[in-house]
Nanobody, 121 residues
Framework: QVQLVESGGGLVQPGGSLRLSCAAS????????MGWYRQAPGQERELVAG???????NYADSVKGRFTISKDNAKNTVYLQMNSLKPEDTAVYYC???????????????WGQGTQVTVSS
């Protein structure tokens, strides 16, 4: 069984920083692209940042220059460093990963349970 477990959300003042972590665990054969999405109330889920197996990154225009995605391959963990946070960054943040498990060796999409990020004074 493969699962993604997120941590690091919380309440922060505008201009502050938070670091999200997402650890993949279970019977993992291969990790593909990992990423962070977010969903604010009444809005669709949107891609925030992604990082490929090779380490190539991409970001939503709204977070470029403020957020940084990185990963630790040895720990099967992806991070999202969020700086200069704004109230409009408030959302539930979800980790996503393409994972091939030892159970069937077929790439599948996995999601974390979500972690709340609230930016407010």
């Amino acid at each position: 069984q493969v699962q993604l477990v997120e941590s690091g959300g919380g309440l922060v003042q505008p201009g502050g920083s938070l670091r999200l972590s997402c650890a993949a665990s279970g019977s993992i054969f291969r990790l593909y692209t990992m990423g962070w999405y977010r969903q604010a109330p009444g809005q669709e889920r949107e891609l925030v940042a992604g990082i490929s197996r090779e380490g190539n990154t991409n970001y939503a225009d709204s977070v470029k220059g403020r957020f940084t995605i990185s990963k630790d391959n040895a720990k099967n963990t992806v991070y999202l460093q969020m700086n200069s946070l704004k109230p409009e960054d408030t959302a539930v943040y979800y980790c996503n990963a393409g994972i091939e498990s030892h159970s069937d060796y077929r790439p599948r999409d996995y999601w974390g349970q979500g972690t709340q990020v609230t930016v407010s004074s």
